[in-house]
C-alpha cells in the first residue's frame, strides 16, 4: 500500500512538473512540452506490454512450459472477441485520462490529488442514481 501511495504521488508531481516546464533563458531554445494526450498514448501501449506479459506469465503458468506460449497468449490478447468487449471501457478510460492530463495545466498536483479522491462517492452516487444500487461503508 506504501509502495502504491509513493508512485501516485511521484507521478502525479511528475506531470505537474513537465506539463508546466519553466520557459527557456535568453539564448536557449525552447523545451519541448509534450502534449497531454502524447502521455496518454505512452500510458495506453504501456498498459498493453504490461498486459501482454500478464497473460503470458498466466498461460506460461498454467501450460507448465515457457517456449510456446508466446503466440497463444497473442491469440488470447488480441482475439476480436476480447478487443470489442472491452472497447467501450477503454475509449471512456482514455477519454477521461485526457481530461485528465489536461487538469494538471489548471490546477496543481495537489488540488488534483484531492479532487481525484471525489471519485468514489461520486461513482456510487451516479451508481444509485442510474442503477438503484446502494452501497454501504463495508
Known amino acids: 500500500l506504501s509502495a502504491y501511495i509513493v508512485l501516485e504521488v511521484l507521478r502525479a508531481l511528475i506531470v505537474?512538473?513537465?506539463?508546466?516546464?519553466?520557459?527557456?533563458?535568453?539564448?536557449?531554445?525552447?523545451?519541448l512540452k509534450p502534449l497531454p494526450s502524447s502521455m496518454v498514448v505512452m500510458n495506453s501501449g504501456l498498459s498493453i506490454i504490461i498486459g501482454?506479459?500478464?497473460?503470458?506469465?498466466?498461460?506460461?503458468?498454467?501450460e507448465g512450459r515457457i517456449f510456446g506460449t508466446i503466440p497463444k497468449t497473442a491469440r488470447i490478447v488480441?482475439?476480436?472477441?476480447?478487443?470489442?468487449?472491452?472497447?467501450?471501457?477503454?475509449a471512456m478510460f482514455s477519454i477521461a485520462s485526457v481530461f485528465a492530463m489536461l487538469s494538471y495545466s489548471k490546477l496543481d498536483a495537489g488540488m488534483k490529488k484531492i479532487?481525484?479522491?471525489?471519485?468514489?462517492?461520486?461513482?456510487?452516487?451516479?451508481?444509485y442514481a442510474i442503477t438503484g444500487k446502494k452501497y454501504t461503508m463495508l
Not at 19 to 26: E, F, I, S, T, V
Not at 78 to 90: D, E, I, M, R, Y
Open 16 to 31: 505537474s512538473y513537465v506539463l508546466k516546464l519553466p520557459p527557456a533563458l535568453p539564448g536557449q531554445p525552447k523545451p
Open 52 to 62: 501482454f506479459l500478464i497473460t503470458a506469465a498466466v498461460t506460461m503458468k498454467q
Open 78 to 90: 488480441f482475439s476480436p472477441k476480447n478487443v470489442l468487449a472491452f472497447a467501450p471501457v477503454a
Open 115 to 127: 479532487l481525484d479522491q471525489l471519485r468514489l462517492p461520486v461513482t456510487a452516487a451516479a451508481s
